[in-house]
Protein backbone atom coordinates (compact mmCIF):
# COMPACT_ATOMS: atom_id res chain seq x y z
CA UNK A 1 0.00 0.00 0.00
CA UNK A 2 0.92 3.96 -0.67
CA UNK A 3 -0.49 6.59 1.04
CA UNK A 4 -0.09 9.94 -0.13
CA UNK A 5 -0.91 13.58 1.91
CA UNK A 6 -0.91 16.73 -0.29
CA UNK A 7 -0.56 20.12 0.64
CA UNK A 8 0.12 23.42 -0.31
CA UNK A 9 -3.43 24.48 -2.22
CA UNK A 10 -5.30 27.63 -1.67
CA UNK A 11 -6.49 30.72 -3.35
CA UNK A 12 -4.06 33.64 -5.14
CA UNK A 13 -5.09 36.03 -7.59
CA UNK A 14 -4.28 34.91 -11.42
CA UNK A 15 -0.93 35.48 -12.39
CA UNK A 16 0.04 34.31 -8.84
CA UNK A 17 2.32 30.81 -8.22
CA UNK A 18 1.60 27.97 -5.69
CA UNK A 19 3.54 25.22 -5.06
CA UNK A 20 1.56 22.01 -4.37
CA UNK A 21 3.40 18.92 -2.39
CA UNK A 22 2.99 15.57 -1.92
CA UNK A 23 4.68 13.08 0.16
CA UNK A 24 4.36 9.48 -0.20
CA UNK A 25 4.30 6.60 2.56
CA UNK A 26 4.43 2.80 2.22
CA UNK A 27 6.37 0.23 -0.35
CA UNK A 28 7.19 1.80 -3.26
CA UNK A 29 8.84 -1.23 -4.72
CA UNK A 30 7.37 -0.93 -8.40
CA UNK A 31 7.16 2.70 -8.23
CA UNK A 32 6.65 3.91 -12.48
CA UNK A 33 5.57 7.59 -12.13
CA UNK A 34 4.55 9.99 -9.89
CA UNK A 35 1.98 13.20 -10.98
CA UNK A 36 -0.55 15.15 -11.00
CA UNK A 37 -3.78 15.35 -11.90
CA UNK A 38 -6.74 17.85 -11.65
CA UNK A 39 -10.77 18.12 -11.96
CA UNK A 40 -12.21 21.12 -12.88
CA UNK A 41 -15.87 20.48 -12.91
CA UNK A 42 -17.22 17.83 -10.25
CA UNK A 43 -18.28 14.88 -11.72
CA UNK A 44 -15.75 15.43 -14.82
CA UNK A 45 -13.00 12.67 -15.14
CA UNK A 46 -9.48 14.08 -13.52
CA UNK A 47 -7.40 15.09 -16.30
CA UNK A 48 -3.51 14.79 -16.29
CA UNK A 49 -1.18 17.69 -15.45
CA UNK A 50 2.37 16.45 -15.34
CA UNK A 51 4.26 13.45 -14.39
CA UNK A 52 7.96 12.44 -13.63
CA UNK A 53 8.78 9.04 -13.73
CA UNK A 54 11.39 6.63 -12.05
CA UNK A 55 13.98 7.96 -13.93
CA UNK A 56 12.79 11.61 -13.89
CA UNK A 57 11.43 11.87 -17.48
CA UNK A 58 8.67 14.73 -17.21
CA UNK A 59 5.48 15.23 -19.26
CA UNK A 60 3.27 18.18 -19.20
CA UNK A 61 -0.58 18.73 -20.61
CA UNK A 62 -0.14 21.32 -23.51
CA UNK A 63 -2.28 23.87 -21.30
CA UNK A 64 0.43 23.86 -18.51
CA UNK A 65 3.57 23.38 -20.23
CA UNK A 66 6.12 26.75 -19.57
CA UNK A 67 3.76 27.40 -16.48
CA UNK A 68 4.13 23.99 -14.35
CA UNK A 69 7.38 22.77 -13.22
CA UNK A 70 6.91 19.11 -11.56
CA UNK A 71 9.83 17.66 -9.22
CA UNK A 72 10.62 14.63 -6.90
CA UNK A 73 13.17 14.67 -4.15
CA UNK A 74 14.79 10.86 -2.82
CA UNK A 75 11.98 11.30 0.22
CA UNK A 76 9.60 10.42 -1.81
CA UNK A 77 8.10 14.01 -2.16
CA UNK A 78 6.60 15.09 -5.48
CA UNK A 79 6.38 18.83 -6.26
CA UNK A 80 4.01 20.74 -8.59
CA UNK A 81 4.90 24.35 -9.02
CA UNK A 82 2.89 26.70 -10.81
CA UNK A 83 3.40 29.75 -11.81
CA UNK A 84 1.26 32.30 -14.07
CA UNK A 85 -1.86 31.05 -12.32
CA UNK A 86 -4.75 31.51 -14.43
CA UNK A 87 -8.79 31.06 -13.49
CA UNK A 88 -9.06 28.43 -15.63
CA UNK A 89 -6.31 26.52 -13.65
CA UNK A 90 -9.07 26.49 -10.82
CA UNK A 91 -9.44 22.69 -9.97
CA UNK A 92 -8.52 19.83 -7.29
CA UNK A 93 -4.96 18.69 -7.79
CA UNK A 94 -4.78 15.20 -6.72
CA UNK A 95 -1.20 13.27 -6.62
CA UNK A 96 -1.00 9.82 -8.20
CA UNK A 97 1.35 7.35 -7.79
CA UNK A 98 1.35 4.03 -10.13
CA UNK A 99 3.52 1.01 -9.79
CA UNK A 100 4.04 -1.79 -12.10
CA UNK A 101 2.30 0.21 -14.99
CA UNK A 102 -1.38 -0.89 -13.81
CA UNK A 103 -1.72 -0.07 -9.68
CA UNK A 104 -2.93 3.64 -9.14
CA UNK A 105 -2.75 5.38 -5.05
CA UNK A 106 -4.74 8.75 -4.88
CA UNK A 107 -4.40 11.34 -2.46
CA UNK A 108 -7.33 13.22 -1.23
CA UNK A 109 -7.48 16.21 -3.54
CA UNK A 110 -6.16 19.73 -2.60
CA UNK A 111 -8.05 22.72 -3.40
CA UNK A 112 -6.47 25.47 -6.00
CA UNK A 113 -8.53 28.87 -6.68
CA UNK A 114 -7.59 31.54 -9.36
CA UNK A 115 -9.43 34.59 -9.11
CA UNK A 116 -9.47 37.02 -11.63
Known amino acids: QVQLVESGGGLVQAGGSLRLSCVAS????????MAWYRRQVPGKQRELVASITSGDSTNYADSVKGRFTISRDNTNTVYLQMNSLQPEDTAVYYCNVKKYGFIDYWGQGTQVTVSS
Open 26 to 33: GNMAGFNH
